[in-house]
């Protein structure tokens, strides 16, 4: 399944903090991956792998944790987080990681908050560090979501929604990290690349983009309740999506 990898030289007390690892590893360097499926969140498990080199460079042992089906690996990422969420910053800031075992609670405290830095991680490495126009699905619930600069407001990063029937609504944000963290709380971490050119092309999108211009102008005032129901049933049958 993994034909090459990049492995990246941490400590024992870092790999603990993510991993964690047995305390009785002692033999260094260690050496630590992560193989993540396509989508990653809190509820995915983990493929880890760590490695022990002796004295004369040869491997003394390896151990995994977690699983993941044969196939479903996406991406090879260092076990070494290149992208940290504010709240991991934070952390590292205040428990930083040194060469002494950590603090139990410590330890939970970076379990936590490695529930969202995973996937932030995935999908700022993916990138280069600017997931902007990128699509990611949530698979809870038919949405999409990507980031992107906010023309109305310059400065700011849009994270915009959109399903099959059109965009649904879109939040501002002080900066792009901002975005990206809650395009991964609310839980779009399935990359997508090319759903919107895929929806916006669709009968379905072409009538939801009508009908949300009919709900404008019964917000407006501009028609009747009463109007709006032919009205969205007409858009509908020119597309056809129900039968005329």
């Known amino acids: 399944m993994i034909h090459s990898v990049e492995l990246t030289t941490i400590s024992a007390y870092h790999l603990r903090a993510f991993g964690p690892i047995s305390s009785s590893?002692?033999?260094?360097?260690?050496?630590f991956f992560e193989c993540h499926a396509p989508c990653v969140d809190a509820s995915d498990r983990i493929f880890s792998c760590v490695r022990t080199v002796n004295a004369a460079g040869h491997p003394a042992f390896s151990q995994s944790f977690g699983d993941i089906p044969e196939g479903a690996c996406s991406s090879i990422l260092?076990?070494?987080?290149?992208?940290?969420?504010?709240?991991?910053?934070?952390?590292?800031?205040?428990?930083?990681?040194?060469?002494?075992?950590?603090?139990?609670?410590?330890?939970?405290?970076?379990?936590?908050?490695?529930?969202?830095?995973?996937?932030?991680?995935v999908v700022m490495t993916r990138n280069a560090g600017d997931p902007s126009g990128v699509e990611y699905h949530n698979r809870a619930a038919t949405l999409w979501a990507f980031v992107l600069p906010d023309a109305s407001e310059p400065g700011k990063y849009r994270l915009q929604t959109f399903?099959?029937?059109?965009?649904?609504?879109?939040?501002?944000?002080?900066?792009?990290?901002d975005a990206v963290e809650a395009l991964i709380k609310n839980g779009y971490v399935c990359e997508d690349r090319g759903a919107?050119?895929?929806?916006?092309?669709?009968?379905?999108?072409?009538?939801?983009?009508?009908?949300?211009?009919?709900?404008?102008?019964?917000?407006?005032?501009?028609?009747?309740?009463?109007?709006?129901?032919?009205?969205?049933?007409?858009?509908?049958?020119?597309?056809?999506?129900?039968?005329?």
């Open 196 to 244: 919107l050119d895929r929806m916006s092309t669709t009968a379905r999108w072409a009538a939801g983009t009508e009908i949300l211009d009919l709900l404008r102008r019964l917000n407006g005032k501009e028609i009747s309740f009463q109007e709006y129901g032919p009205m969205a049933r007409s858009v509908k049958e020119k597309h056809g999506l129900i039968p005329a």
């Open 78 to 121: 260092p076990g070494a987080a290149m992208y940290f969420t504010q709240h991991m910053q934070s952390l590292r800031r205040e428990y930083p990681l040194g060469a002494q075992d950590p603090d139990p609670f410590v330890q939970h405290l970076y379990q936590i908050a490695s529930k969202f830095n995973r996937p932030y991680n």
């Open 163 to 177: 399903d099959e029937d059109g965009f649904t609504g879109h939040s501002s944000y002080s900066s792009l990290i």
């Open 25 to 31: 590893s002692r033999i260094t360097p260690l050496f």
